[in-house]
């Protein structure tokens, strides 16, 4: 079937240090990647995707890169800052045609001054 | 475009009552979605439709739960009668079909049920 695994959290770190969130996933067919956010107290807002292969999605100095021999999409943030302390989830699509995706559990990210 | 709206913000209602969550998706977007948070058991998908159908409900829980989407703009979620453990953030999406899957979400609607 198709799903997604996240490392599980908390995630808790300095400002400035390195971030990594780890994320694998099950799926049939070739789906899209993505990256969602959710600060507290919001809805998730997309953070980034990638759509192939080899793609590398980014935005607001995160980036992911589709690993299809290893069908992983690692997020990376070279230097985190207590703004981005937040919920990050991993998703797939699902192919049909449908929009579905399918999320992970979740990380939460700690970020201290 | 105000993105997608949901209302009410808040709602605390007792064991039994009947609760109707609402959501005003972003003008155009064909698909809706609505979702369940909890602790316990992370992001959950209910429902989801299609230019107003209903595509998939596997994910609504029971049967005292159910979603209607009588135009373009505008869907509820029910929950009759309502349980404790019914308790959640619930979040309506909406996406467009030549977006590549991304979905909007609105600020969640958090349902406590006493």
């Known amino acids: 079937g198709n799903s997604v695994t996240q490392m599980e959290g908390p995630v808790t770190l300095s400002e400035e240090a390195f971030l990594t969130i780890n994320c694998t996933y099950t799926?049939?067919?070739?789906?899209?990647l993505f990256w969602y956010v959710q600060y507290p107290g919001e809805g998730l807002q997309l953070l980034l995707k990638?759509?192939?292969?080899?793609d590398k999605g980014s935005n607001k100095g995160f980036e992911a890169t589709y690993r299809k021999e290893t069908t992983s999409f690692h997020l990376e943030k070279g230097s985190v800052q207590v703004s981005d302390s937040a919920v990050y989830f991993c998703?797939?699509?699902?192919?049909?045609?449908?929009?579905?995706?399918?999320f992970g559990a979740g990380t939460r990210l700690a970020v201290h001054p | 475009d105000a993105g997608v709206i949901q209302s009410p913000r808040h709602e605390v209602t007792e064991m039994g009552q009947e609760v109707t969550l609402r959501c005003k998706p972003i003008?155009?977007?064909?698909?809706l979605f609505w979702y369940r948070q909890t602790m316990m058991r992370g992001l959950e998908l209910l429902i989801y439709?299609?230019?107003?159908?209903?595509?998939?409900d596997s994910g609504m829980p029971e049967d005292r739960f159910s979603a209607k989407m009588p135009n373009a703009s505008f869907s509820t979620l029910k929950i009759q009668p309502s349980e404790p453990r019914d308790s959640a953030v619930y979040f309506c999406?909406?996406?467009?079909?030549?977006?590549?899957?991304?979905?909007?979400f609105g600020p969640g609607t958090r349902l406590t049920v006493t």
């Open positions: 003008s155009g977007h064909d698909y």
């Open positions: 999406a909406s996406s467009f079909r030549l977006a590549d899957y991304e979905q909007y």
């Open positions: 998703a797939l699509s699902l192919s049909g045609g449908y929009n579905k995706l399918i």
């Open positions: 799926a049939t067919g070739y789906p899209s």
């Open positions: 990638a759509t192939k292969a080899d």
């Open positions: 439709f299609n230019n107003n159908v209903p595509i998939d």
